[in-house]
């Protein structure tokens, strides 16, 4: 157990309204990550946090922006929904008890727009 | 760039027979970490093995091993004897440690249906 949770767990929401996902860290990792996870493409990068106030661009970013005011949380945001953007979502931190190099992940969040 | 490819979309095996997932990788780093991921059909993504590029000893846990062979860039995953609770979309994953970047790049994952 990496000490992360995802808020909300499941969200239904219609196109256009903003959504704020968040990932919460009890263990002080530097770097996390938010994913989509849709049929077909695996885990595909969205953002990516290297420390507080320290973001950058992952390979699906149209979209979504990203904050980290505090080491502990990674906010993500879909400005306006679009139901392209329905998926599940999931936060990563790097690092762990057994190893530094690797990524654990927080349960997901599915979100559904209508 | 880096890529993973999972060929195997779904695989589908009676319990107690052997199955081996595929993952074939693409970096241009000489020092990179490989990784396989569980995802039952609970959702969580489970972490299950990390190698890096400098050991292609093989790995045995229990019922599951791995073998890496950078000659053909593979990291496949093979369960013995498999069970039903086996069954999920397995993941494959690799990261470059030289970019410093600290990217991780998925395979499109393999679902594996185990029947009883």
């Known amino acids: 157990d990496a000490g992360i949770t995802q808020s909300p767990r499941h969200k239904v929401t219609e196109t256009g309204t903003p959504v704020t996902l968040r990932c919460h860290q009890t263990e002080n990792h530097r770097y996390m990550y938010w994913y989509r996870q849709d049929p077909g493409h695996g885990l595909r990068l969205i953002h990516y946090?290297?420390?507080?106030?320290?973001?950058d661009k992952g390979e699906v970013s149209d979209g979504y922006s990203v904050s980290r005011s505090k080491t502990e949380d990674f906010l993500l945001t879909l400005e306006s929904a679009t139901s392209s953007q329905t998926s599940v979502y999931f936060c990563?931190?790097?690092?762990?008890?057994?190893?530094?190099?690797?990524?654990?992940f927080g349960p997901g969040t599915r979100l559904t727009v209508l | 760039a880096q890529k993973v490819t999972q060929a195997q979309t779904e695989i589908s095996v009676v319990e107690k027979e052997d199955v081996t997932l595929d993952c074939v990788y693409e970096?241009?780093?000489?020092?990179?970490?490989l990784f396989w991921y569980k995802q039952p059909p609970s959702g969580e993504l489970v972490f299950l093995i990390r190698r890096n590029s400098f050991d292609e000893q093989n790995e045995i846990s229990g019922r599951y091993s791995w073998n890496f062979q950078k000659s053909t860039s593979s990291f496949n995953f093979t369960i013995t004897a498999s069970q039903v609770v086996d069954s999920a979309v397995y993941f494959c994953?690799?990261?470059?440690?030289?970019?410093?970047?600290?990217?991780?790049?998925f395979g499109t994952g393999t679902r594996l249906k185990v029947l009883a």
């Open positions: 970096t241009r780093d000489t020092t990179y970490y």
């Open positions: 946090s290297y420390g507080v106030k320290d973001t």
């Open positions: 994953a690799l990261s470059e440690a030289t970019s410093g970047t600290y990217k991780y790049i």
């Open positions: 990563a931190i790097k690092g762990g008890r057994e190893y530094t190099d690797t990524q654990y």
